[in-house]
């Protein structure tokens, strides 16, 4: 997911960081809260975020290359 923002090793890396342990800590209690397996919470959680950022990004990108 990082890699969809920086090219930048450094800054990637603090940004990986960062999403993961968000990721981690509200798939974590999501788990609890509902009461389903964290491990699989996480994961599922880390993908959608990455299919709306995905998603995002090539969205903005057609419409910038539309009106330029």
């Given at each position: 997911i990082?890699?969809?923002?920086?090219?930048?090793?450094?800054?990637?890396?603090?940004?990986?960081?960062?999403?993961?342990?968000?990721?981690?800590?509200?798939?974590?209690?999501?788990?609890?809260?509902?009461?389903?397996?964290?491990?699989?919470?996480?994961?599922?959680?880390?993908?959608?975020?990455?299919?709306?950022?995905?998603?995002?990004q090539?969205?903005?990108?057609?419409?910038?290359?539309?009106?330029?």
């Amino acid at each position: 997911i990082a890699g969809l923002f920086t090219f930048r090793f450094q800054t990637m890396a603090w940004l990986a960081i960062g999403i993961g342990l968000i990721g981690s800590v509200t798939g974590l209690l999501l788990s609890a809260i509902y009461n389903i397996p964290a491990g699989a919470t996480i994961i599922t959680l880390l993908i959608i975020l990455y299919a709306v950022i995905s998603f995002t990004q090539y969205c903005y990108k057609r419409l910038r290359h539309e009106y330029h």
